[in-house]
């Protein structure tokens, strides 16, 4: 079976521009988290979505935002990129609606901001 | 919110020797889990503890919550060159997320 699917896996853009983020979850998983690592550090919480709803957000400001589809993949928007934006973003599928399983991770997609 | 420390940040040691990072809480936690992350790589799920004073062992890895629910522990015995990897605590909160520490990143020297 497939793992987690992200797309694309590198990405550069400039200052100001706007980029989505793809993520196709592990068959049967409805619950689709994104986070942000920044090199060196531990993967920020950005966004839980469950059943094509948002359960919990960080953090982060509104030119982040994100979307379920009925097939459970999500996409990840950020508006108006900063510098400060470029980190790898990683989605992780798992089973529970709610924060007491295993969360599996994608490859994750790295974003420069230039 | 909540946070977790986790120490040491960085931990050198010779192939061979043991390794333990730590993770600590200011308040009661319902479940802690651990993650490895290889260099390049993303974060691979290792174990999930939930029991006071659970210990849990893969090989040569043990893991420990505290009584209290408040701490964990994971413990390499007689540490690898495989084992280089930064290695995470992960605790939930607010129901459904799901956070992590900062990492305890290994390096071993063969």
């Known amino acids: 079976d497939a793992g987690v699917t992200q797309s694309p896996t590198h990405l550069i853009k400039t200052r100001g521009q706007q980029v989505t983020l793809r993520c196709s979850p592990i068959s049967g998983h409805k619950s689709v988290s994104w986070y942000q690592q920044v090199l060196g550090q531990g993967p920020q919480f950005i966004f839980q979505?469950?059943?094509?709803?948002?359960?919990g957000r960080g953090n982060f400001p509104d030119r982040f935002s994100a979307r379920q589809f009925p097939n459970y993949s999500s996409e990840l928007n950020v508006n108006a990129l900063l510098l400060g934006d470029s980190a790898l973003y990683l989605c992780?599928?798992?089973?529970?609606?709610?924060?007491?399983?295993?969360?599996?991770f994608g490859e994750g997609s790295r974003l420069t901001v230039l | 919110g909540q946070q977790v420390m986790q120490i040491p940040q960085y931990q050198h040691v010779q192939e061979g020797e043991d390794f333990t990072t730590y993770c600590n809480s200011s308040t009661t936690l319902s479940n802690i889990q651990w993650y490895k992350q290889r260099p390049g790589g993303h974060p691979v799920f290792l174990i999930q503890l939930v029991k006071s004073g659970e210990v849990k062992k893969q090989k040569r890895l043990t893991f420990q919550f505290g009584e209290a629910k408040k701490n964990s522990s994971l413990h390499i015995t007689a540490t690898q060159t495989t084992d280089v990897g930064t290695y995470f605590c992960?605790?939930?909160?607010?129901?459904?997320?799901?956070?992590f520490g900062a990492g305890t990143r290994l390096f071993v020297k063969a």
């Open positions: 992780a599928s798992s089973l529970q609606a709610t924060n007491t399983g295993e969360l599996f």
């Open positions: 979505y469950y059943e094509k709803e948002e359960r």
């Open positions: 992960a605790v939930g909160t607010g129901g459904f997320k799901t956070i």
